[in-house]
């Protein structure tokens, strides 16, 4: 479908159209399907993540590694009791719901992964946080997901989007990505600004190793989920303020595709290098290896 | 991620799966669910025999449960997958678990199939190849490949002249049209497999209709696997 941002952002500009629109139509004639089947299992996905936004916050998740121990349901039971976190309203509830939907995933619940399972968080949990805070419809929702989805699409076609290809950067910096640009345009920011918004997502996570403890997508991959709201909200603020990325938004998904390439293969999902091989997650490693060999 | 398809935004937004890895997890529902399909009938015993990854990271990653739902015919987005177990139990299905290795040439998230059901048995190999998309390697002895992304009719029958006139004859009776087809001999004797996948799923009895045909030993069909 799209290959660049900056095609679709001259496309949406010469029609006057937000990016949303231009996506969607987009889809209608990949697809060759009308334009309410397509709505409709966007807005089915948009049920799902709203689940899995909340499953966390209700009970605590434990999974079975070990790994995931229900910090979602401790971080909403602190904000519940009145706290007053150093984020602020918006940003610490959407970090909770990150944590949540993250958490659902290690539990084996039912999530839509944004591009990826190990980064299903950063989406769901802004565009919620946003719902509650500033009273987007769900239409409105649903149009954010399309400009999340055709800004996946060009990072899939120019670059990688799982830890395996590229490190953390490619799925968690993606799904910052996208979800930058959609909030943009949600707060109607232009098309220009939710491609810039994409541009400082990405590229304050240009780097990030994908190394998880025991090879399992817990730990640090939750928290990667936090911090990957920080990010999309931060880009998309400056966006919305005017300030431009001075590096175009394509050419920083093709950084970030090099940079994966010269990451070593220990730094990409094999649980060789960085924090999987640290003592500590050796150790942890170790027991869940002697658990797995029961069967 | 590799399908071969334009991309779509569903498949960044998306696919709804059931967690924590498409390829651990949705993967070995599919690999589950098209072992159920290959033998045509429910399940009552099955030996899984997980290799490499699959059976280093498997139980942490739930994917022995997540093979076990498949064969039990639920989909990669099914929250009871995680109970599998408990409900094979209740279905009827034994189920036992070993590790193997399967040789270096073998995908990391390999996994060995063998399953019976009150009249047949069959043994299928595959992998896990990331994003949820799997591959058949291995079916009832044959080395073959196929996904699952299209509906996929497989036939074991006599290694003689004619037979994929026939069966493409045949589809084409029903309106249903070849996307690809494989065939491939038996080293050992006078039979081949033949893999067709189509654009149209394929009506069960077809299958029934195929299997009288004196030189067919074998047909199945195996659904297009949906979210």
Redo the contacts between chains.
């Keep these: 479908m799209f290959h660049s941002l900056a095609e679709l952002v001259q496309q949406a500009q010469a029609r006057a159209l937000p990016l949303w629109e231009i996506i969607l139509e987009g889809e209608i004639k990949l697809s060759d399907e009308p334009r309410s089947v397509i709505w409709n299992r966007m807005r089915q996905r948009l049920e799902v993540m709203r689940r899995s936004t909340g499953q966390g916050l209700e009970a605590p998740l434990h999974s079975l590694s070990g790994l995931t121990r229900g910090s979602a349901h401790r971080f909403w039971n602190w904000l519940e009791s009145g706290a007053q976190p150093l984020s602020g309203p918006l940003l610490s509830r959407a970090i909770a719901r990150a944590l949540s939907v993250s958490e659902t995933n290690a539990c084996m619940g039912c999530i839509v992964a944004t591009p990826t399972a190990g980064a299903s968080g950063i989406l769901p949990a802004l565009l919620f946080t946003l719902q509650e805070q500033r009273g987007f419809s769900d239409e409105q929702l649903i149009q954010a997901l399309f400009t999340a989805g055709g800004v996946g699409v060009v990072i899939l076609h120019r670059a990688h989007v799982s830890g395996a290809a590229g490190g953390c950067q490619a799925e968690t910096g993606s799904a910052a990505a996208m979800t930058a640009a959609a909030i943009v345009e949600l707060m109607g920011g232009s098309p220009a600004q939710a491609s810039h918004a994409a541009a400082i997502a990405l590229k304050n996570m240009l780097g990030l190793v994908c190394d998880p403890i025991g090879g399992l997508v817990e730990a640090p991959c939750t928290k990667r989920n936090a911090a990957g709201v920080a990010q999309a909200l931060v880009a998309a603020d400056l966006a919305l303020a005017g300030v431009e990325s001075l590096i175009p938004a394509d050419e920083v998904i093709d950084a970030m595709r090099r940079i994966g390439n010269h990451m070593d293969e220990s730094l990409r999902e094999t649980a060789e290098g960085g924090l999987a091989a640290t003592p500590t997650a050796q150790q942890l490693t170790q027991q869940i290896w002697s658990k797995s060999h029961e069967f | ?1 590799s399908a071969n398809r ?17 390829s651990h ?2 993967g070995a529902v599919r690999l589950g669910l098209i072992a159920r399909a290959a033998l045509g009938e429910p399940p009552v015993q099955a030996q899984l025999s997980l290799h490499g ?1 699959f ?8 994917t ?2 997540a093979l076990v739902a498949g064969l039990l015919g639920l989909s990669p ?3 009871r ?2 109970h599998s177990l408990h409900l094979a139990e209740e279905a009827g299905l034994q189920v036992t ?3 193997i290795d399967l040789g270096e040439e073998a995908h990391p998230n390999s996994v060995l199939i063998h399953v019976q059901g009150p009249t047949q048995s069959l043994s299928l190999g595959g992998a896990s190849i ?2 949820g998309l799997v591959e058949v390697t291995q079916l009832q002895g044959y080395r073959v490949h196929f996904s699952g992304e299209l509906d996929t009719l497989i036939l074991i029958a006599d290694d003689q002249p004619g037979t994929v006139n026939t069966i493409s004859g045949w589809l084409a009776g029903h309106q249903i049209n070849i996307a690809t087809l494989r065939v491939k001999r038996n080293e050992r004797g006078g039979q081949a497999i033949m893999i067709l996948e189509t654009d149209q799923p394929l009506p069960i009895p077809l299958t029934q209709g195929l299997e009288s045909l004196p030189w067919v030993h074998w047909a199945r069909t195996i659904p297009r696997i949906k979210e």
């Design positions: 991620m334009p991309i779509s935004v569903f498949d960044v937004i998306g696919p709804v799966m059931v967690g924590p890895s498409s997890t949705a990854s059976a280093r990271t498997g139980r942490g990653h739930g022995h449960l987005s099914d929250e997958i995680r678990f070993d590790t990331g994003g």
